[in-house]
């Protein structure tokens, strides 16, 4: 399988990587100082993470990384998606990590760039000027949420986002990785700006993010993000993301229709 921290061969301007995982697959934050990076999904879960902030790429949508963005991205279990790489020298489709619409004409002519790469000079120059000029940058729902460095907080942390229903409260966690209640908030707080509760709810609204991409209802993913109630979950996703879990649905929507 190729390797999505690994360029594209230099077919031309622009090339593309299929992937199509049966295990989640993680590759570590790297960068493409030559190349602009387009991700785009066709099945399952793909998120990444950048400075700008944290993106669920559902399969109606891309992501765009522009040249020289360190990223970090994850593919969850049965994702197929692809990862297009355009040459720095092109002018970028967005200054920073944008999610872009991506028509089905657009993705035709990735297709037919990477299944011809000998295409006439005129017609792949034109091709792939008009696969970037109908790429629409669309504004979606971003979580930033700082990872702590600490062993102890950083182990906390991870078993969270890997759980977001796990409710142990400060003092439970305190006892399971060795350290008082009042030294792993102070913790928290000095390295992620944020208070443990404060950080545990961003965890849950990033995995709901997550999951609401993948097509999950809301009773669903309120469920396995922690909250007791749907209304309970819909209230917290409302403060955090300044919309509710019904609404960013509803975007998403319009986007895989704009794309249709």
């Known amino acids: 399988m190729s390797q999505i921290g690994q360029d594209a061969p230099p077919v031309w301007r622009i090339g593309t990587n299929s992937f199509d995982v049966s295990d ?7 960068v493409h100082e030559a190349r602009h990076e387009l991700l785009w999904g066709s099945r399952g879960t793909l998120t990444a993470e950048t ?3 944290y993106f669920a790429v559902p399969g109606a949508l891309g992501l765009w990384i522009p040249a020289g963005v360190a990223h970090r991205v994850v593919a969850a279990a049965g994702t197929a998606f692809r990862c297009t790489f355009v040459e720095a020298e092109i002018a970028p489709v ?3 990590t944008t999610a872009v619409v991506i028509p089905e004409v657009v993705r035709a002519l990735l297709d037919r760039l990477e299944a011809a790469p000998y295409l006439a000079p005129a017609a792949r120059l034109h091709a792939e000027e008009l696969a970037l000029g109908l790429l629409e940058p669309v504004e979606v729902a971003t ?8 062993e102890r907080t950083r182990r906390v942390a991870e078993a969270i986002l890997a759980d977001p229903s796990d409710d142990r409260t400060i003092e439970d ?3 399971h990785v060795g ?3 009042r ?3 102070r913790l928290f707080v000095a390295e992620t700006g944020m208070s443990f509760a404060g950080w545990r709810t961003r965890a849950r609204m990033r995995r709901a993010i997550e999951w609401l991409a993948a097509d999950h209802t809301v009773v669903s993913v309120s469920r396995r993000a922690g909250y007791a109630t749907p209304s309970a979950f819909v209230q917290a996703f409302r403060r955090e993301i300044g919309r509710t879990p019904g609404e960013y649905a509803s975007a998403r929507s319009r986007s895989a229709r704009i794309s249709a």
């Open 51 to 53: 400075d700008d902030g």
């Open 183 to 185: 030294n792993l908030s």
């Open 94 to 96: 967005a200054p920073s």
């Open 179 to 181: 350290a008082s209640a």
């Open 24 to 30: 989640r697959v993680e590759w570590e934050k790297h």
């Open 143 to 150: 979580v930033d949420l700082p990872i702590p460095s600490d």
């Open 173 to 175: 966690w305190g006892r």
